[in-house]
T-cell receptor, first 110, second 113 residues
């Protein structure tokens, strides 16, 4: 599985935008980029995914570099509920198996 | 509810005992995954089922761990001769591959004394 690299932690103030980076320099042409997040005491939840183009949904936006070696998850206005560990993952092509790293722990301050 | 259901939510056992953890996936989801998560770590893959068969069990740490999914729906993770190092949150997820979003349950917290 292709590996990803994320900062261990980031901080934000409430209602400010947050940009969570992820490096995946060994990504292959068929690898999708998925983001999941894990709120305290809960299982991970899907946030967003993309292949080449930037993607938007109700939770976040995903900006993918032109060479696909990095991507950025964008939370447009952080809320206290967005405090979580965010995982950037390249799922196994055939099985959708997710291999989690340690992710980025996002703290949001009021 | 319509989500992935895991029971029990908490299990405390003694070293050497046998434990079963149950996962009810979302109806119609053919793929089922087991993970375990230790404090401060990301979830660690254990095993993946496609239908009734274990398509990938490369994450099972040793032969004390076993999982079944006899009818392609509910799955049971079985741990024999539990050790203190088995203490963790065991997470189950289901999806419709390929390229499916994984839906996770809230996990079963296992504590081995």
């Amino acid at each position: 599985d292709a590996k990803t690299t994320q900062p261990n932690s980031m901080e934000s103030n409430e209602e400010e935008p947050v940009h969570l980076p992820c490096n995946h320099s060994t990504i292959s042409g068929t690898d999708y980029i998925h983001w999941y997040r894990q709120l305290p005491s809960q299982g991970p939840e899907y946030v967003i995914h993309g292949l080449t183009s930037n993607v938007n949904n109700r939770m976040a936006s995903l900006a993918i570099a032109e060479d696909r070696k990095s991507s950025t998850l964008i939370l447009h206005r952080a809320t206290l509920r967005d405090a979580a560990v965010y995982y950037c993952i390249l799922p196994d092509y055939n099985t959708d198996k997710l291999i989690f790293g340690t992710g980025t722990r996002l703290q949001v301050f009021p | 509810g319509a989500g992935v259901s895991q029971t029990p939510s908490n299990k405390v056992t003694e070293k050497g005992k046998y434990v079963e953890l149950r996962c009810d996936p979302i109806s119609g989801h053919t793929a089922l995954y087991w993970y375990r998560q230790s404090l401060g770590q990301g979830p660690e893959f254990l095993i993946y089922f496609q239908g009734t068969g274990a398509a990938d069990d490369s994450g099972l740490p040793n032969d004390r761990f076993f999982a079944v999914r006899p009818e392609g729906s509910v799955s049971t993770l079985k741990i024999q001769r539990t050790e203190r190092g088995d203490s963790a949150v065991y997470l189950c997820a289901s999806s419709i591959p390929p390229f499916g979003e994984l839906f996770f349950g809230e996990g079963s917290r296992l504590t081995v004394l």
